[in-house]
């Protein structure tokens, strides 16, 4: 993309999203550039969030590994799916919930009441080597019982450091498919999320504009609210994938180290 069009999209960002695993890091391994765009970004004031679909750590948990990784993020600059389903559960009020969860992220949800036969909501993250069919099938029972089924995401695949991984909306799209409903999506893409994140941020979409590696759940799902798109090519990008996607980022970028000259460079 060219100079002019990028100083353009740029002119009018006031505040970024950022994803992080795939963008800021891999597994543990922090991507080269990843510390320098955080510190570009507090050297010129400028407001941001990192938005998840990570459902494996708690806030806590999510905020003490990017620091020790050595990225400096608030804890409040942390918008992950699960912290949005909690927002999203306290709407409903105090629902009775069946959590299909990692035992890490338990403790976000600790304000609720806890039922495996009588739930109000299932509640479907990620729950690692945890998955089997009796979870999957009181799942089942329940929703089929009249239960709300809620998805901190349907991402078809994570990357790990040992390269794509199954991800939950296999299992998610099985329930809905067994159930015949159709599942309250949380996580990105969800506008929903989206708009808690500008909230948060106190911008409006078009003064706003994500990265990230996920060219639907990322860039598409952002690009459909008004905010604009920043695809890297680290993570989870492939080829392939993006060329069938449909959806045109408004800037690519090979990784998040070519973010930092763009900040430095615009007033």
């Not at 729950?127 to 009796?134: D, F, I, L, P, V």
């Not at 909230?199 to 504009?209: C, K, M, R």
Request: glycine letters at 10%; hydrophobic letters at 45%.
């Amino acid at each position: 993309m060219g100079d002019i069009v990028t100083s353009e999209l740029f002119s009018n960002i006031k505040g970024l999203l950022l994803d992080i695993n795939g963008v800021l890091y891999v597994g543990n391994r922090l991507l080269p550039g990843a510390a320098d765009v955080i510190k570009a970004l507090r050297d010129r004031d400028m407001p941001f969030r990192v938005v998840t679909n990570n459902t494996t750590e708690s806030l806590v948990t999510l905020h003490k590994n990017l620091t020790m990784m050595g990225l400096a993020i608030k804890q409040h600059e942390i918008i992950s799916a699960p912290y949005a389903a909690v927002l999203h559960l306290r709407k409903i009020g105090q629902p009775k919930c069946f959590l299909l969860l990692n035992d890490e992220v338990l403790p976000d949800f600790e304000e609720f009441p806890i039922s495996e036969t009588d739930a109000d909501v299932v509640v479907v993250g990620d729950m690692g080597e945890g998955w089997n069919y009796r979870v999957l099938n009181r799942a089942f029972h329940l929703v089929m019982r009249g239960a709300e089924l809620i998805a901190l995401h349907k991402g078809r695949y994570w990357q790990w450091e040992a390269g794509l991984q199954l991800d939950i909306g296999a299992f998610v799209t099985g329930l809905e498919y067994s159930t015949e409903q159709t599942a309250t999506l949380i996580g990105k893409p969800s506008p929903s999320f989206f708009k808690l994140a500008l909230d948060d941020l106190g911008l409006t979409a078009g003064e706003v504009a994500m990265v990230g590696d996920d060219i639907e759940a990322d860039i598409g799902g952002a690009q459909s609210v008004g905010l604009k798109g920043i695809l890297v090519k680290t993570g989870k990008y492939r080829d392939a994938l993006t060329a069938k996607s449909g959806v045109t980022p408004d800037l690519t970028l090979n990784s998040i180290s070519e973010l930092t000259p763009l900040l430095q460079s615009e007033p």
